[in-house]
């Protein structure tokens, strides 16, 4: 870990400790276990020695859920960050590791040293490994694998084989595994056997022979069962279960959807080889959210809210550039029009109304429909049917807000054939947007790429040059 | 229900049939109930009798999840959807209803007689009838309300009583409680007496005398503790608990953060009254991101895909006028400047440029502060700080990308000067999207309004006229 000079960096922590202290304060406290009062005040910083505050921290985060210091870690600038992990006990490390963002997670990283690392990565779990493992030195994750035994090292390498947003490297081993000609008293002491069931267990997976799933025994059924009772009787044989190969997304859909805690994972035999939680799953819903929105904004990844200026630039710069293109080819239209704009300079400050209500309504469109692919709600073959009611919306959008802008565009102006060319603009510019916002998701889809991805900069592009063409070259064409 | 002339439709219906029978094949079937194989299909619709293809329908959705069938009624255009819904057994009728999004509820709740829509409310829980309450028709609730008895009135008169945004709600009453002075052998033969266990049961509440929460017994841990141990001794006193005035988003977020499956709610007396579960929250999340995503978008709510022309134009016209009124603020800011741009018209093929890239880059400011204050991330006392991270990032972005359009605009006007000008004005629109970009969500948060809501329309109306002011503000300064 970084050496944090604590002697240095103190004063100019002591604002931002107090800072800590009520992000501390502010979680959710297990207060039975904390003898303290929730609403406590942080210790007079300027009164009392560093090591005793510094102590007092240690003791405060060492109560908190490794999520909730995540959050924290993730809500303070860079070196208060480091000085804060530098505080956390070393066997919580790797559980805060997968609970930050991959922003934050790369910064934590970076400060440890490679045997640090290994022993933060000791106490987890293969899958957890695996999806730390795309963020750690070469040479940690290789001295990790030696210390596993050949079962994990095939789990993991097992998972690494997956794309991250698969249901392969989202899948847990820790399934609880039973076969079906066995009576419920028989499971019951068979589970009394173990330290501790997995976590989110609420369904044992029931196994042939060869390991082929035979169907689940849900435990809210087991509990209410007469011990006599055979498994294989009360067992559920309904089972929504996945393959690895699997998008991690479509399983979640399917959880939310049928409201599962956690399902099996077969393989192409039906051999069960792991198990999906709803906490990851959770996680999935969440990230596939937020890309759309990254997205959308032109934000190519989720980023750390403190990284340094020159990051923030790189994350940016790429949306950035193609939208200076886009905007550099409107510009041109325009260009291609300037002796009309000379000669009638009223077309300059309406053509940006005409421009900007298509790209509005244009987005309204796209979002709705790269929703429904998104969640499955819309097949490509409704794609006809959807146009024409988009088109039926933005005819009626443009002949009712074209009126009223063309009216006081003629008013203004004192022309009312100003006003009759600023209604048709806007009528055909919107349905040009309905077009447009139908058919690139549409296209996007088909050409297998995701349809969110720059849907709003490409829209934007297009209402935006094809609004100034159609309202300069209406204008050039009617009035002068 | 409406009366869906099955002779006069099904003609038209033949194609529409094929569509329905694809979708459902679609659908993750419980392959063992079903004996029929999954790419089984379709009859050819030509050749057989009507009444043959509705009953095999029939009995293909009787197969179906709910959660299925109300994916497939959202899939559906509205004479189709009401048609399948016809067919759909009376009892699965409440659970569809729960399913379905609202805007699809709206038609198949209108589709109902009142006294179709008592039957189908009957076997549904308090929890779930104050969810569709909203939706009804007064009469109908008022009428399920009589066949309550006293308890359930007063469980769905509480429920009512919270926004529905809150966690009361969206609390169900299907906890399990016992006492702290038992033995676990005991709380197993409780459990037996049950016919089913609640849904999503993965612990049970320990309470007191008066019914004051005083920890929670995990079944995980239940299942391998000795079973003469006391309850007492081995439950977790630990315990994530929610109050029912809290907001359900926060609940979603300690769900996600904590990876529970359910967690007590609590009156301020510390009283166990209801319980949220993990299925619930995941509808949360889901809702929240989707609502973020559509107000970016300027959609004033989820739409039916399938909604008439009319119901589309008014969920976008609110939207779509507040942009009206922007986009005629910034065509004033031009019209100031038009003596400018008669002199000089290239200035009107520039000046789209200076808003658009302001527009994008102000998008992903906001955005990116948006969203860290809904996850917590962010406190308002820091944003001083991020003020100037942005303001770095702008300036860097202004130069580079100014310093790019700026030499393109000098070589193809031959103007150096109108480059200098162009470099300048990107550079302060850029400065005022960052500045915008942190200032509208943080004053939107400390007044208590929701930051996302329109915050992209804000900022585009910021950096739109700033932007035209600026660039023809310098312009007119300095050129002519």
New interface residues.
Partial sequence: MIVVDKQQTSARLQGNLQ?VWR?IERH?Q?E??SGSAPQEQAPELESVDHAQVFSELQLKLGQL?P??IA?IL??L?LEDRLLVWDLVKADQDGDILL?VSDAVRETLIESMNPHELVAALEPLDTEELAELAPDLPKQVVSEVMGGLNEEERAQLQSALSYGEDKVGALMDFDQVKIRADVSCEVV?RY????????????KIFVIDDIGVLKGVLP???L????PEAMVGEIMA????SFRPDEEAVEAAL??????L?TAPVVDAAGKLIGRLT??E???V??EE??S???N????KEE?D??AP??D??KN??A???I??C???V???V??VF??S??QL?????????V???GG??G??T???IV??LAM????L??AW??WR??L??SI??GL??GG??GL?ASLLYGSVSLGLVMLAAMTLNLMLAATMGVLIPCLMQKFGRDPALGSS?LI?ACT?SGG?FIFLGLATFFLL
Same sequence: chains 1, 2.
């Fill in positions: 800072e992000l959710h297990f039975d276990s859920h999520a909730d959050h993730e809500a600038p609970e019951l589970l009394r056997r173990f330290d501790e069931l997995p976590l989110q267990t609420d435990i809210r059924k509990l209410v069962s007469d044989t309904e089972v929504v399917a959880f939310e959807r049928y409201d805690v709803v906490d799953m959770v996680d819903i969440r959210s937020d759309d929105m990254l959308l904004a032109g934000l980023e809210l403190f200026v020159m923030s630039v940016r710069w949306w950035l550039a939208n200076l886009t905007a550099f409107a510009s041109r325009i260009g300037e002796s704009i000379a300079v009223a077309l300059a400050a309406l053509m940006p109304i421009a900007g209500i509005n309504s987005n309204q796209i979002t709705m929703r429904s499955g709600q819309m097949q073959n409704q049917r959807l009611k988009e039926g919306v009626i959008n009712v807000w009223v802008i006081v900069v934007t935006d100034f």
